[in-house]
C-alpha cells in the first residue's frame, strides 16, 4: 500500500489549497482515511476523517474552513482548505486504516506535505 500526498505550498492568510492523496494497493473494504498535521515541536494532530460509510468529523480548529472528500475511482482523497491562518502552516499526512467506531488506528501513511500559511 502506497499513499502519496501533494498540493501543499506557500499562500498567503486568508487563501486556499486543496491537498490530493493518491492511494494505491489494497487496502480495506471498510477503511478509515483522513489527514493529520504536524508542526514543529508539535505532536501530530487530527484534521479530519471520513470513514467507508461517508462519515466525517473535524478538528474544532478547522470546522466549517476545511472539507474531506474523496474520489472512489481515482483512489484519492482530498483536503480543501479555505480561509487558511498562520496556524494552519504544518507538515500534513494522509493515512488508512481499518473501519472502528470514531477511526482511532491508522496503519498506512503518506510521506507528507507541506503547507506554509504567511500572516
Known amino acids: 500500500v502506497q499513499l502519496v500526498e501533494s498540493g501543499g505550498g506557500s499562500v498567503q492568510a486568508g487563501g486556499s489549497l486543496r491537498l490530493s492523496c493518491v492511494v494505491s494497493g489494497n487496502t480495506y473494504r471498510r477503511y478509515c482515511m483522513g489527514w493529520f498535521r504536524q508542526a514543529p515541536g508539535k505532536e501530530r494532530d487530527r484534521v479530519a476523517v471520513?470513514?467507508?460509510?461517508?462519515?466525517?468529523s473535524y478538528a474544532d480548529s478547522v470546522q466549517g474552513r476545511f472539507t474531506i472528500a474523496q474520489d472512489n475511482a481515482k483512489s484519492t482523497l482530498y483536503l480543501q482548505m479555505n480561509s487558511l491562518k498562520a496556524e494552519d502552516t504544518a507538515m500534513y499526512y494522509c493515512?488508512?486504516?481499518?473501519?472502528?467506531?470514531?477511526?482511532?488506528?491508522?496503519?498506512?501513511w503518506g510521506q507528507g506535505t507541506q503547507v506554509t500559511v504567511s500572516s
Open positions: 493515512a488508512v486504516g481499518p473501519f472502528q467506531s470514531l477511526c482511532p488506528v491508522y496503519d498506512y
Open positions: 471520513m470513514d467507508s460509510n461517508g462519515v466525517q
